[in-house]
C-alpha cells in the first residue's frame, strides 16, 4: 500500500500525471488571459456578438483552471500559482493588442491547437493509472473543445 496515494492510486503515475496537468494548467493560464484580452479590445461589427463569446470563453477557462488545480491537489501535489511559472511552462504565447475579431479567433483556435493534444496525453496517462477522475475531466474537456474549434472554424470561414 505504500505505492498508493490516499486515493489509491500509483504515486509515481500520479506525480507524472500532476506533472502534466501542472503543463495544461499553465497553458490555461495564459490562454485565459488571451481570451480576456480579447473580451475587453475587441473592435468592428462583430463587437456585441464576439464580446459576449469572448466572455463565455474566459468564463469557461477560469472553471476549468480552478478544476485543474484542485485535481493537482487531489492527486497529492502543488498546483503551479505564480505567473512566471505559468510563462515557463505554457506552450501558449501571449497575445498582446489584439482587438481584430479574426486575429483573435484564429489565436483561439491556435490554443486549442496546444490545450487538445495536451489533453488528449492526459487521458492516455490517467487511463493507463486507472484515474477516472483526471480520465472525466479531460474527457470532458475534449469533447467541448473539439466542438469549439469547428464553430470558431466554421465563423471565419
Known amino acids: 500500500m505504500k505505492n ?8 509515481k503515475e500520479s506525480k507524472v500525471l500532476a506533472e502534466r496537468l501542472n503543463v495544461l494548467l499553465a497553458n490555461y493560464q495564459i490562454f485565459y488571459m488571451n481570451t480576456r484580452g480579447f473580451h475587453w479590445n475587441i473592435k468592428g461589427n ?3 456578438e464576439l464580446h459576449l463569446k469572448f ?4 468564463n ?7 478544476e485543474i488545480a484542485e485535481r493537482i491537489l487531489t492527486l497529492g501535489y502543488t498546483p503551479l500559482h505564480n505567473y512566471s511559472d ?4 505554457a506552450s501558449i504565447q501571449e497575445a498582446k ?3 481584430n475579431g479574426e486575429d483573435a479567433i484564429q489565436l483561439i483556435l491556435k490554443g486549442y491547437e496546444t490545450l487538445l493534444p ?9 487511463s493507463d493509472s ?10 470532458d474537456y475534449i469533447r467541448e473543445q473539439e466542438k469549439s474549434v469547428w464553430m470558431y472554424s466554421a465563423y471565419i470561414n
Open 4 to 11: 498508493l496515494n490516499r486515493i489509491g492510486l500509483n504515486v
Open 46 to 48: 462583430n463587437f456585441f
Open 55 to 58: 466572455e463565455e470563453l474566459y
Open 60 to 66: 469557461d477557462s477560469l472553471i476549468k483552471i480552478d
Open 118 to 126: 495536451l489533453e488528449r496525453e492526459l487521458l492516455d496517462l490517467a
Open 97 to 99: 493588442d489584439i482587438s
Open 86 to 89: 505559468y510563462l515557463n511552462s
Open 130 to 139: 486507472n484515474d477516472e477522475g483526471t480520465n472525466a475531466l479531460m474527457s
